[in-house]
Nanobody, 123 residues
Framework: QVKVVESGGGLVQLGGSLSLSCVVS????????MGWYRQVPGKQRELVARDTTNGRTRYSDSVKGRFTCSRDNARNTLSLQMNSLKPEDTAVYYC?????????????????WGQGTQVTVSS
């Protein structure tokens, strides 16, 4: 059974920092990609940061220069260091993992999400 567990959310003041962590386990397939997303009530879930197939990390414009996403392949973890936080960063943050299943005929991606962790930035 695949598990995706986020931790590290909380309440922080404007300009503060928080670090989120995501640990994945339970799949026999290799990880294809991992990323962080966030969602506020009434809005669609949006990309925060995601690793790409060329080894780079893609960030949303709203977090570039403030957030750093890093992946530890040996420990199957994904971290998100968030600095210079703003009230508009307030959201539930979700970790996503894609596993790649290769057969003789095709390659499939299997998506899994964590339960989310709340980040609240007060002004």
């Amino acid at each position: 059974q695949v598990k995706v567990v986020e931790s590290g959310g909380g309440l922080v003041q404007l300009g503060g920092s928080l670090s989120l962590s995501c640990v994945v386990s339970g799949s026999t397939f290799p990880i294809y990609s991992m990323g962080w997303y966030r969602q506020v009530p009434g809005k669609q879930r949006e990309l925060v940061a995601r690793d790409t197939t060329n080894g780079r990390t893609r960030y949303s414009d709203s977090v570039k220069g403030r957030f750093t996403c890093s992946r530890d392949n040996a420990r199957n973890t994904l971290s998100l260091q968030m600095n210079s936080l703003k009230p508009e960063d307030t959201a539930v943050y979700y970790c996503n993992v894609q596993y790649q299943e290769d057969t003789d005929y095709e390659s499939r991606l299997h998506d899994y999400w964590g339960q989310g962790t709340q980040v609240t930035v007060s002004s």
